[in-house]
């Protein structure tokens, strides 16, 4: 018949099967140098991923990076040497370290469950255990041996992601990959009839369910000679332990990504699309700071569960500070409320929330006598926000209730900034070749300040870094430079022994030093030297308050007489550096949203 095959065929693709499903050939994918278990012994095949399934790898902190930054440094094309899960450094900081948690074998970083099945398998005689991970071949190979063998778990096979498989392929993704690996493995053992892969991405085991599903539906349709039956699979899927590197010690390892990158970007080893990268630095608020722990016992008391991003109502689960201001903070705020590391003991005393969309706890301070300073009045914490509520809203709960005593329970909280660090784009300095500054052809209202701009680098990178030292701008005024950069000095024409800065000098004739016109704008300081920038004198200085000194909302502090340094008080740390008595605002000197 036209379809049927041939004994000679048959014996031909049984010959060719026999050549590349053994355990010779098999053995190619494993960094091990264990000897295999012959194939006729092996009833069982149990495999187990390696990241946050067997070991509880440290992930990108959500505290400590933008969400967007959290993508870039798990993403494989953002740095030249792949991110995060190529980077063996970052693995081996784990905890306190390689060293040291080598001698006590990574203790607190295992999924003990999963560590006794290994275990299990490991011990039963028809089983074959496979360590089994994305984890690149060449960079990864010996830590990770390290890593279990310091466990005392001894894999029949360690098999990582290698640059080229062992019949010459590339694989385009980690999943294609694996499937390539466990059909050679199923393959091989053709007398197992029990197959078990532990995984904990979702996206993974739904993946390995259809591969296992088309898998054996083409084994049932092999006839050949030496075709395997089918095998009964399970994918078990496994929570993910969500575990973090020390804070320094993950911004610096970052840092060090960041750095090997730039210098590949700055020797043209890299493609024309590619990014020179710098970690930015946002301030986002100055608070009391709670623990996890309590944050848990917080987040308890509404009956939200512990903390995660949000919830499958979309409730966005909070309770980690009291806060203070959400701006940086100035000297007086930071002295009021004892500044950064004190702590303050706290009790919870009442519930409330604001039309289901907003939870909060009422707090105090177990001490009467404390002194503090909060944005909010009375002191909350806000344990969870729904939809487009703001932390803010906790001000219009108007009704609170009273937690009976057995419920109430006291914390302690750090007095804190909360920052949240992102990569960007390296530019050039801000008055070099580079791009344009946003708004750059309009002017700015007013100059940057790197003590109150909420956007700092951190730390400056390479050449593209900028020159420009914090306070330089004082130093040039000093000296008689402009006080900002390139930005236009003043136009100044002298008259004989007085100059004048004027935007309008062509019309104005000059007017002698003994003159007695007390108008500041006329004061002219003798012509011997650099022009000195123009301070206004007399009872004009004072109009707008604050506002004036600080080039407030109201340029000069003179437009509305008077009226601009209340309007730019409404911030708790600006409120806090009003002078007492002084002719804007209204002089009382308090703290206007601040409860203390």
């Given amino acids: ?91 081996a900081s784990t905890g306190k370290g390689l060293e040291e948690e080598e001698t006590r074998a990574w203790a607190g970083w295992w999924n003990e469950q999963i560590v006794e099945l290994v275990q299990l398998s490991i011990e039963q005689n028809d089983a074959l255990c496979v360590l089994l991970t994305g984890r690149a071949e060449g960079g990864f190979a010996d830590l990770i041996k390290r890593i279990v063998k310091a466990k005392g778990l001894d894999f029949d096979l360690i098999c990582l992601k290698p640059e080229v498989g062992p019949s010459n392929q ?115 608020y100055l608070g009391y700071l709670i623990s996890p722990t309590d944050t848990d016992s917080l987040l308890a008391l509404a009956n939200l569960p512990p903390k995660a991003d949000r919830d499958d109502n979309g409730t966005r689960r909070l309770g980690d500070n009291i806060m203070i201001t959400p701006r940086p903070p100035l000297p007086p705020i930071l002295k009021r409320c004892g500044g950064i590391g004190k702590t303050v003991r706290w009790r919870v005393t009442a519930l409330g929330d604001l039309n289901s969309q907003l939870y909060a706890a009422q707090v105090e301070p177990a001490n009467p006598a404390e002194d503090f300073i909060t944005m909010n009045k009375p002191p909350a914490v806000i344990l969870g926000l729904r939809g487009t509520s ?53 002017g700015l209202k007013r100059p940057y300040n790197s003590e109150t701009n909420m956007d700092e680098d951190f730390p400056a990178l390479g050449a593209g870094a900028s020159n420009n030292q914090p306070g330089q701008q004082h130093q040039n005024q000093a000296s008689g430079q402009p006080a900002w950069g390139n930005r236009p000095q003043p136009q100044t024409r002298s008259f004989g022994n007085h100059s004048s800065n004027s935007n309008n000098s062509e019309n104005r004739r000059p007017i002698p030093a003994n003159s007695n016109n007390n108008n500041s704008q006329s004061a002219r300081p003798p012509n011997n030297g650099p022009s000195q920038p123009r301070v206004p004198t007399g009872p004009s200085s004072n109009r707008g308050g604050a506002s004036a000194a600080r080039g407030g909302a109201n340029r000069g502090g003179r437009r509305n007489g008077g009226r601009g340094g209340a309007k730019g008080y409404k911030d708790a740390d600006a409120a806090a550096s009003r002078p007492k008595g002084g002719s804007g605002g209204n002089g009382s000197g308090q703290f206007d949203s601040l409860t203390y």
């Avoid at 906790?394 to 419920?407: A, H, S, Y």
């Fill in 390 to 442: 703001r932390p803010a809203d906790v001000n219009r709960i108007g009704v609170w209730q009273p937690l009976p005593k057995d419920k109430q329970f006291e914390f302690d909280a750090t007095v804190g900034e909360k920052v949240l660090f992102s990569i960007e784009q390296e530019y050039a300095p801000r008055h070099s070749q580079g791009p344009p500054m946003p708004n750059s052809g309009r």
């Fill in 1 to 91: 018949m036209a379809h049927s095959r041939s004994a000679f065929q048959q014996a031909q693709e049984a010959a060719i099967t026999s050549n590349v499903h053994t355990t010779n050939a098999l053995k190619r994918w494993s960094v091990g140098d264990r000897e295999l278990p012959s194939i006729e012994t092996i009833k069982h095949i149990h495999v187990y991923d390696f990241d946050n399934t067997l070991f509880a790898s440290p992930l990108p902190n959500r505290q400590l990076w933008r969400s967007e930054t959290i993508g870039q440094l798990q993403g494989q094309d953002v740095f030249v040497n792949g991110g995060w899960w190529h980077d063996a450094r970052i693995l």
């Fill in 170 to 284: 590339r694989f385009a993704s980690t999943m294609l990959y694996k499937q390539a690996f466990l059909a050679d493995l199923i393959r091989t053992y053709r007398e197992a009839e029990e197959f078990r892969i532990y995984e904990d991405r979702p996206n993974h085991v739904t993946g390995f369910r259809e591969f296992l599903t088309n898998l054996n539906k083409g084994l049932l349709q092999d006839k050949s000679l030496n075709a395997r039956k089918s095998i009964e699979t399970e994918v078990i899927e496994v929570s993910e332990r969500s575990t973090n590197l020390d804070p320094m010690a993950e911004i610096e390892e970052v840092q060090k990504m960041i750095n090997e990158h730039n210098l590949a970007f700055r020797n043209g080893e890299l493609g024309k699309k590619a990014k020179a990268w710098q970690i930015k630095r946002q301030f986002l």
